[in-house]
């Protein structure tokens, strides 16, 4: 087989885990010839880039803050994608380039994974970009009302919009009435490393499933409260690992991805930056 390339792209982009995936991914396939690299680029330079892909290149993942601005140059955006304007996945064919966003579906296989098939009702801490995704993967899996902490009225009024847009009974509440919210079967927590660190002291006796976005340093101060109490908790690298797993399909078209390999590659990237699995 011809050998093909595929990288990470954006700003900063030091430490991602994506190489560490997509390569373990390559060897479990026998695709000894494809390689995986990661370029630090803006959004001021990524037309350049794209530009100047030669006809090796497979595909691209994208991180922030790429993954809205490279829609324009797209020939294809999925569905999927177009439902968050976000992008983070790019693979290149000799039909152009096909933007989509494995965020989402990755989100569903997550929860799925830990036992996470419904919930009646879903707290969301935060309105970030990664919020929007969540509200995406929760249309799936709940069935009631999301309340979304946030800390601005804006931010408030973005995520209103977003659930009315994909048909989810958005319900904002302000940040400092966040700690009512961890009583729900399911809590997604998209906000920063620290921003929800004072929540560890809140969580219920007996909790549902906590998804926590971050992986490093990992566990959080909220995923280890949690753990304590006996609730499941999802991680970010679980995502991660998920997510790059549809990447790798979609890039190398070979199905299924090896999720095992795939996993035990990030638990030890983050093992050798001093982060542990919770």
Known sequence: MTARRAAVLGSPIAHSLSPELHRAAYVAL???????????VDESGLRDFLAGLGDDWAGLSLTMPLKRAVIPLLDEVSATAAS????????????????????IPGMV?????????QVERATVLGAGATASSALVALSRVCTGPVTAY?????????????????????????????????????????????????????????????????YDPWPTPLAAAWSVRGGPVVS?????????????????????APLTEMRAAGEEALAGRGGRRG
């Open 30 to 40: 026998g695709l000894g010839d494809w390689t995986y690299d990661r370029f630090d």
């Open 84 to 103: 968050v304007e976000a992008v983070n996945t790019v693979v290149l064919t000799a039909d152009g380039r096909r933007g989509d966003n494995t965020d």
């Open 109 to 117: 296989a997550a929860l799925r994974e830990r036992g996470v098939g």
């Open 150 to 214: 946030v800390r601005s009225h804006a931010r408030a009024e973005e995520m209103r919009g977003w659930g009315e847009r994909l048909g989810v009974d958005v319900r904002p509440q302000e940040w400092r009435h966040a700690p009512e919210g961890l009583d729900a079967p399911l809590v997604v927590a998209t906000t920063p490393s620290g921003s929800a660190d004072h929540l560890a002291a809140a969580v219920p006796r007996s909790p549902g499933t906590l998804f926590d976005v971050l």
């Open 236 to 256: 970010g690298l679980d995502l991660l690992v998920h997510q790059a797993v549809l990447q790798v399909e979609q890039m190398t078209g070979r199905a299924p």
